[in-house]
């Protein structure tokens, strides 16, 4: 019985050994599964997860101040328009000799072109060439 009790426990001895071996080369193909994976990214140039939901956030946020900066020049546009038509409304009409006499000096003193604007710097790459 001793025998056989024995040769129980070299079996049961081997079994555990196989077992161990059998778990470490699990992690091991584990381990090179995620270094041919992380491989794989690397060469596909493709982004983590953290740097899209980054870049996302910029996106709505620059969307965001896109659509305020928007609504902004709309009213600036429209309270410029309700500016520019209230005096050609009532100037006319009203008679005033000094709102009309300013407008007229106004008119005068504005250069009739662009070219002829004063107050403008050229720009970069537009008009005569520079000179060598």
Do not use: C
């Not at 381990?31 to 983590?48: C, H, N, P, S, Y």
């Not at 659509?67 to 520019?84: G, Q, S, Y």
């Amino acid at each position: 019985m001793d025998r056989k009790g024995k040769i129980f426990d070299d079996i049961a001895g081997m079994a555990g050994g196989a077992f161990s071996a059998l778990a470490g080369l699990r992690t091991e193909m584990e381990a090179m599964a995620r270094a041919q994976a992380e491989a794989m990214i690397t060469r596909l140039d493709l982004a983590k997860r953290e740097d899209l939901d980054a870049a996302m956030e910029l996106a709505r946020r620059a969307r965001e101040d896109a659509e305020a900066l928007a609504e902004r020049v709309a009213a600036l546009e429209a309270k410029l328009a309700a500016k520019e038509s209230a005096p050609k409304e009532s100037g006319g009409e009203s008679g005033s000799g000094k709102s009309k006499a300013k407008a007229e000096a106004k008119s005068k003193s504005e250069p009739e072109s662009d070219s002829e604007a004063p107050h403008l710097p050229p720009v970069a790459g537009e008009g005569s060439a520079p000179s060598s």
